[in-house]
Structures are given as structure tokens and as C-alpha cells.
Nanobody, 116 residues
Framework: QVHVAESGGGLVQPGGSLKLSCAAS?????????MSWYRQAPGKEREFVAR???????DYGDSMKGRITISRDIAKKTFYLQINDLKADDTAVYYC?????????WGPGTQVTVSS
């Protein structure tokens, strides 16, 4: 089983930056072979943000492309989402999803609020 926990959210002013983290743990966490970030704004459906598959490279959704970078520290089983030039429309709960040969797992999410 794998456990997932996001962190790094908070209140930030428009134009600011945040780096979100996704930490994985558990017996099967070593078998993670892909991860992705999603977000869900109030009243909206969950939206794909970015994905990183170990067999390929990063893949970014259109909504935030150009302002985000995903990365990973395999040894720490931690994945990151760097968001720059934050806008009010970026206000959402950001979720991490990890994939293993045994299935996928979502984290509980971290709130990002962009406001002056």
C-alpha cells in the first residue's frame, strides 16, 4: 500500500510563486512508476495539471503550461510542482496522484489561495 500527502499550499499574492510537494510512503511506494498533479477549484471539476511518467518525460496540461514545472526526488519519494506567476484563477485544492503496478492513490490535497 502507498500513502500520499501533499504540502506547500497556502495564501499567496497574485504574481507570486509556490512549490508544492507530494510525499509518498508505504510498503509499495518503491514501485511508483508515474505521478500526476490535479487541481479542483470551487464549483468546478477536477482538472489535470501535469504528469511525470518514469518511462518518459513531463507532460503539462494546457491550463497552466508555461508557468509550472514538475520534478521528483526518487530517493526521497517526493514529487514537486513549482507554480510561478500565480493568478486568482489558480485558487484550488491541488492533488497528487501516484501510480504503481498495484493501482493508483490520491493524496488529500493542499489548498492554494491566490488573493491580494
Amino acid at each position: 500500500q502507498v500513502h500520499v500527502a501533499e504540502s506547500g499550499g497556502g495564501l499567496v499574492q497574485p504574481g507570486g510563486s509556490l512549490k508544492l510537494s507530494c510525499a509518498a510512503s508505504g510498503r509499495t511506494s518503491a514501485s511508483i512508476n508515474a505521478m500526476s498533479w490535479y487541481r479542483q477549484a470551487p464549483g468546478k471539476e477536477r482538472e489535470f495539471v501535469a504528469r511525470f511518467h518514469w518511462g518518459g518525460g513531463p507532460d503539462y496540461g494546457d491550463s497552466m503550461k508555461g508557468r509550472i514545472t514538475i520534478s521528483r526526488d526518487i530517493a526521497k519519494k517526493t514529487f514537486y510542482l513549482q507554480i510561478n506567476d500565480l493568478k486568482a484563477d489558480d485558487t484550488a485544492v491541488y492533488y497528487c496522484r501516484v501510480y504503481t503496478p498495484y493501482g493508483d492513490r490520491w493524496g488529500p490535497g493542499t489548498q492554494v489561495t491566490v488573493s491580494s
